[in-house]
């Protein structure tokens, strides 16, 4: 099963998945982008919005990933609490579940900008799981 963390960052703060496959570590790490808005538990998955990318660079799609999550979040005023995607030859479908935002609610504490390339990472662990990680601007 996979898992998620925030790590310091000066201003910012980092996000990092970690899972038994590189989709997995991105699911993840989606969710701990979420956490830095509000509680992923308070996030009724109602609507689903479908995303896709391409970019052989696995660092570079995983940027991309976050950055597509931000804009759907911004233009559809929408948080998002599940992530399911599939990773093939440097093609990204996903799928993300979510609702649109109720301040009272959710009560979000910051907006994020965007994913950075500041101690950008995608890689395998010794323990044959995947990591993937970044700063995000808030």
């Known amino acids: 099963?996979?898992?998620?963390?925030h790590f310091e960052h000066e201003a910012d703060i980092g996000v990092r998945g970690y899972g038994r496959t590189m989709a997995e570590a991105f699911e993840q790490a989606a969710l701990a982008m979420t956490a830095i808005i509000?509680?992923?538990g308070d996030i009724e998955p109602d609507t689903m919005i479908e995303v896709s990318r391409f970019e052989t660079d696995?660092?570079?799609?995983?940027?991309?990933?976050?950055?597509?999550?931000?804009?759907?979040?911004?233009?559809?005023?929408?948080?998002?609490?599940?992530?399911?995607?599939?990773?093939?030859?440097?093609?990204?479908?996903?799928?993300?579940?979510g609702e649109i935002i109720?301040?009272?609610?959710?009560?979000?504490?910051?907006?994020?900008?965007?994913?950075t390339y500041t101690e950008l990472r995608v890689l395998k662990t010794a323990d044959d799981g995947w990591l993937a990680q970044c700063v995000v601007d808030v």
């Open 1 to 5: 099963m996979g898992s998620w963390e």
């Open 102 to 115: 109720d301040r009272e609610r959710h009560q979000p504490v910051v907006e994020v900008k965007g994913a």
């Open 58 to 97: 696995p660092e570079l799609l995983f940027v991309d990933w976050l950055n597509a999550i931000v804009y759907e979040m911004s233009t559809r005023h929408m948080l998002f609490c599940r992530y399911e995607l599939r990773i093939e030859e440097g093609r990204l479908e996903a799928q993300l579940f």
């Open 38 to 40: 509000t509680d992923p």
